[in-house]
């Protein structure tokens, strides 16, 4: 769990916070709901080189599924900076691991840049995607997508204003 620091008192640095979400999924069917169990006990031993999964624990009840998610406090430019944004290509399109995050979306990765590190915080986009070019499409697609995002977010901005 990552610990930051306080700013209640900004003189004193004696408070360590930590953040934690909860998320409920009604799943609707006892299918549904195996699928996504399924998906999570793998993700929780998942291991990526660059890419870092929150901590988080889930519990089932009937249909119902509860999770509770570190939240990372960080920057969504995981998909924006060329440095991060390869470390994703390499461990979530040419890693070796059949199952991978298919959402590339930049909303997707949170990065703690003090910390530099990368997390993927988009779980249902954690799949079974064997094949190398369906990963290498889905990321191209996604990566167009998130151009046309940034150049609208960004289009009023003064560096983009021409004299």
Do not use: H
């Not at 930051?4 to 409920?24: A, E, G, H």
């Not at 709901?33 to 998906?39: H, Q, T, Y």
């Not at 070019?133 to 151009?147: G, H, S």
């Amino acid at each position: 769990m990552i610990k930051y620091k306080s700013r209640v008192i900004p003189s004193l640095d004696k408070f360590d916070i930590s953040f934690r979400m909860t998320k409920i999924i009604d799943c609707k069917t006892e299918e549904y709901a195996e699928m996504i169990v399924d998906k999570l006990s793998r993700l929780k031993n998942a291991k990526f080189d660059n890419i870092l999964i929150p901590e988080f624990d889930y519990s089932l009840e009937g249909v119902i599924l509860t999770q509770e998610v570190e939240y990372i406090k960080g920057e969504k430019f995981g998909m924006i900076k060329k440095r991060y944004r390869d470390k994703i290509y390499k461990d979530l399109v040419e890693g070796d691991n059949d199952w991978t995050f298919n959402d590339f979306n930049f909303n997707n990765f949170i990065v703690v840049e003090r910390l530099n590190k990368i997390y993927a915080i988009d779980f249902q986009s954690y799949n079974f995607i064997p094949s190398r070019q369906e990963r290498q499409n889905l990321w191209e697609i996604k990566t167009r997508m998130n151009n046309i995002i940034y150049e609208e977010m960004t289009r009023d901005l003064p560096f983009r204003k021409k004299p």
